[in-house]
């Protein structure tokens, strides 16, 4: 599920629940460098994987995230193999990419603490590349042929708005995309994501071959429980909420 709250004490919680995974995400949400390191912090030692979002597919970015200590990236807007390889670069030092040295500062590393960390850096850290507009998904193959991409997630939203159906992630050219993508994904050997709140079409991506999907949102949960308790019990009308 995704956890966009900023909010350690949330991430702790969703962390306990028995889900596989939770996606911290800074694209769409109020997180930067101090709330996602809390939240790393908070989520450690449960039995689920983190993978962390940044808002763009940025070299110092990407830097600033592993040495928090971000194992798990996903990068958002990958429209082609070359914004597939600098996001791979990113995550690697020299001369296998342009990650910059810090480690004697870096959580990442305990702070040197961990043997051989420099040599040893790109085993700790997977690479999911997002592909969430029409010309990603024309490029799919070659992005999944990109050495260092480790999976690949699709975002119905944007390609659905990409799309030129915006809001309609349900749409039967959306859903033919994303199957595409899936199918693309097992060929090439590498694991494919889908965003689905839609029970039905979690199911059904599930079926056509996903490895992981996002089923819910801290947030949203929250907002929708919240409405549900107030119109189950609020004595106002609901016209002057």
Known sequence: MWVCSGSPLVAELCAGSGLDW???????????LE?????????????????????????????????????NLLIPMVNSAAEAEAAVAATRYPPQGVRGVGSALARASRWNRV????????????????????????????ILAVDGV???????????????VLGQQEHPKVRAAVEHCLTAAKAAGKPAGVNAFNPDTARSYL?????????????????RGSEALANA??????ADR
């Open 35 to 71: 709330s996602i390191l809390a939240q790393l912090q908070a989520v450690n030692g449960y039995p689920v994987q983190a993978l962390v979002r940044p808002p763009v597919n940025d070299t110092v970015l990407i830097k600033q995230y592993l040495d928090l200590g971000v194992q």
């Open 22 to 32: 939770l996606l911290i995400d800074a694209e769409h949400s109020p997180n930067g």
């Open 150 to 164: 480790d999976a690949i997630f699709l975002g119905p939203s944007d390609l659905a708005a990409s799309m030129g």
């Open 233 to 238: 019990f609020a004595t106002r009308d609901p």
């Open 115 to 142: 043997p051989d960390y420099l040599a040893r850096a790109s085993e700790t850290v997977s690479v999911t590349v997002q592909i969430e507009s029409t010309a990603a998904v024309e490029a799919v193959e070659e």
């Open 207 to 223: 079926a056509a071959g996903a490895a992981f999907v996002l089923v819910g949102a801290d947030v949203a949960l929250l907002a």
